[in-house]
């Protein structure tokens, strides 16, 4: 009991921990899917070290990190297209028997998605409301100010924190398709790599990196994306999960929905 309510106390105080919970999909029960899921966080996180380093004597550490966040930003935005057209592609293919199952993860999928994107563009819309207008805040007990200045800066950090934490839920799932079908996942989150980082290819902006480094990294980058996704692909197939019968799985001796 005690050990929850730390965890409750941490989860509520730490910004990732809180992203976590309310954006990360469910994980299967198998060891496999643990597996999986350790391998592509800690695939972003030694990529992510490894360009911040690899560039450093050619980039400030800054710019660097604004380049990946932006990447970020820039993979969340491509995804917004995911969901509808996912859903309408599973809705054709999947049996008419099993189409009624799609609609739970339609479910999950706004649950997550509209949160999102509404805390994504709340800063926006607050700067947008802000500008030209000059806010007075009065703190009408001086002795509140000892504890109310100090929240504020806290607050804004929290919360740039779990924006940031936002977006590489929205880009690392491909804005939770998986949630409508779990062959989504590995499916969409590889067109989204394969397009964002072949229009950098094609582009060629090594913005001040050799050549030959930025392109090694570039194709590393796909390179691990490309097995992870196909470990996970393979994995889903091989329990059970197929596009035609719905997103839950099913084996050879299940019989065939009614048509």
């Not at 990732?16 to 972003?44: E, H, M, N, Q």
Request: aromatic share 12%.
């Amino acid at each position: 009991m005690q050990l929850s309510r730390w965890r409750v106390i941490a989860t509520v105080l730490l910004p990732w921990l809180t992203a976590k919970l309310v954006f990360k999909p469910r994980i299967g029960p198998l060891r496999t899917d643990r597996i999986l899921d350790r391998l592509a966080f800690w695939r972003s996180v030694v990529g992510t070290v490894a360009i911040m380093v690899s560039t450093y004597d050619y980039q400030h550490v800054l710019y660097v990190s604004s380049s990946i966040f932006l990447k970020a930003v820039q993979t969340g935005a491509y995804a917004l297209l995911l969901p509808p057209l996912s859903f309408l592609v599973m809705l054709v293919v999947t049996r008419p028997g099993r189409r009624a199952q799609l609609m739970p993860g339609a479910r999950r999928l706004l649950g997550r998605g509209a949160p999102a994107l509404t805390f994504f563009f709340l800063p926006f819309f607050l700067l947008n409301l802000g500008s030209g207008q000059q806010i007075d805040i009065t703190i009408p007990d001086p002795g509140v100010a000892i504890f109310f200045i100090p929240a504020i800066p806290l607050m804004i950090a929290w919360f740039c924190c779990f924006w940031c934490c936002t977006i590489y839920w929205a880009a690392r799932t491909g804005l939770w398709t998986g949630e409508i079908h779990p062959l989504l996942a590995p499916i969409g989150t590889t067109l989204l790599m394969l397009l964002i980082n072949g229009q950098e290819i094609i582009e060629g902006d090594t913005k001040g990196v050799p050549y030959w480094l930025w392109l090694t990294l570039n194709l590393c980058g796909t390179a691990t994306s490309l097995v992870l996704s196909v470990l996970e692909y393979r994995h889903l197939r091989s329990i059970g999960y197929q596009f035609r019968s719905g997103p839950e799985p099913v084996t050879s001796s299940e019989p065939e929905p009614v048509q």
